[in-house]
């Protein structure tokens, strides 16, 4: 499962309704506390939600160099037609990746490979380098992949050419530039494909390195550093107007190699409202537990703007409905549903009593022992830290299957900072 956005809908609605139901002394701090806290806190996951959008990734290249098998690597899933010999794509039409179980959706296109000696069958237009230019201009993708065999890098002027003149002519038009990368593909083809993987064949790893850096030295002659301190023949971040990195990548079908390091490569150069379906899609835990730590500090600034009027805590059960969505979302990120039930599970876990049939205003009551009490009221800071300090003890419980309390997390906070 994932962040179903028709369901996220529905608990949003549920999180509003149970705010409303809660009973309080002071009903002047409610409606200021559901303007300064829970609106903002809604709005944020409506906005991820509601505005998230499929990525638009644009693939282009030479014929033989890989594109379909890269698509396919990173979709981990065939969804593209390999051929080895003959040119394969005839145009440069979109077209949607679905990933149903993670209710998330690409958008791909799989330019026709430039310098072509013959066309595709089934293609119209005569001239390859036209409609990738059509494509990147009228599809404005959110990255680019530009596909080099890495057993051919010794010919590629011609190709370098062609992007910096696509791209010089997108931003005139469209005023700004599209993140670009280097995939270096068929790494395994390179030299002795006997020599595999190079994490255990030092000189495999060497004659990797040996490329990134005669590309990034001699034909590109940019600054670098390594994407990975410890590998860094797995690529380098680049500075150039051209190019944000370069990245050798291995795409056989069920043994990929370094395909991790370029999808967490694009996802970091996505747009926001398009990083949810990438990740989503790819189920990976790790890009997906950095989207849960956003939120958990997106929700404890939010908690926080209770600012000079605290809580009383007779009325401490109003930040429960905030955090009871914040823990739905990041139990959805991390491959449950986005409801109230995934929260009660937390809680269930945590010691909370969350019994069957118990309403939700009762679970709040019930909740609201996660919060210390801290004297007669629950301040700005209170508020603050206890919403995060929960937040990371429900991203432990359904990332890392580990049950720490919240006290857990703020006792190791208040350790570091007096360190």
């Known amino acids: 499962m994932a962040i179903n956005k028709q369901k996220t809908k529905e608990l949003l609605k549920t999180i509003n309704e149970l705010f409303d139901s809660i009973p309080v002394q002071n009903e002047a701090l409610k409606a200021k506390v559901k303007k300064m806290v829970l609106g903002p806190a809604l709005e944020d996951i409506r906005k991820l939600v509601e505005e998230s959008r499929p990525p638009v990734l644009l693939i282009m290249g030479r014929s033989g160099h890989g594109k379909s098998s890269l698509i396919n690597a990173l979709a981990q899933k065939d969804v593209a037609i390999v051929n080895d010999i003959k040119p394969q794509e005839p145009g440069s ?139 860094p023949y797995y690529g380098y971040n680049i500075k150039s107007n051209n190019y944000i990195g370069i990245i050798p990548v291995a795409s056989i079908k069920d043994d990929t190699w370094n395909i991790d390091t370029l999808s967490d490569f694009i996802g970091k150069n996505l747009s926001e409202e398009a990083q949810l379906d990438f990740f989503q899609a790819q189920q990976r835990k790790g890009p997906l537990k950095k989207l849960s730590s956003n939120i958990i500090d997106r929700f404890s600034t939010i908690a926080g703007g209770i600012g000079v009027t605290p809580i009383p805590i007779a009325d401490i059960a109003l930040l429960i409905p905030v955090q009871l969505l914040m823990i739905s979302i990041i139990g959805a ?87």
């Not at 929960?390 to 990332?399: D, H």
């Open 93 to 231: 039409d979109p077209y949607y990746i679905t990933f149903e179980e993670s209710y998330a959706t690409w958008k791909v296109i799989d330019s026709r490979g430039v310098f072509e000696s013959t066309k595709p069958d089934g293609s119209i237009q005569e001239d390859a380098i036209e409609v990738l230019k059509n494509s990147i201009l009228t599809q404005k993708p959110d990255v680019i992949l530009h596909a080099i065999s890495t057993p051919e890098t010794r010919n590629l002027q011609k190709d370098l050419e062609l992007l910096e003149s696509i791209k010089k002519e997108f931003e005139k038009k469209h005023s700004y530039n599209i993140p670009t990368m280097i995939v270096l593909t068929k790494a395994d083809t390179f030299e002795n494909p006997r020599q595999w993987p190079p994490e255990n064949m030092p000189k495999k790893a060497a004659q990797i390195d040996d490329v990134l850096q005669y590309m990034t030295n001699d034909v590109l002659k940019v600054e670098k550093e390594p994407i990975n301190l410890n590998y």
């Open 333 to 419: 990120l991390s491959g449950r549903q986005a409801s109230k039930e995934t929260a009660f599970e937390y809680l269930t876990a945590t010691g909370i009593n969350v019994g069957a049939g118990m309403g939700l205003r009762e679970v709040a009551r019930q909740a609201s022992k996660l919060i210390p009490g801290g004297g007669l009221a629950i301040s700005a800071t209170i508020a603050s830290t206890s919403t995060w300090a929960i937040g990371k003890s429900a991203e432990a419980y359904f990332f890392n299957n580990e049950i720490k309390s919240p006290d857990f997390f703020k006792r190791k906070e208040k350790e570091s900072v007096e360190k």
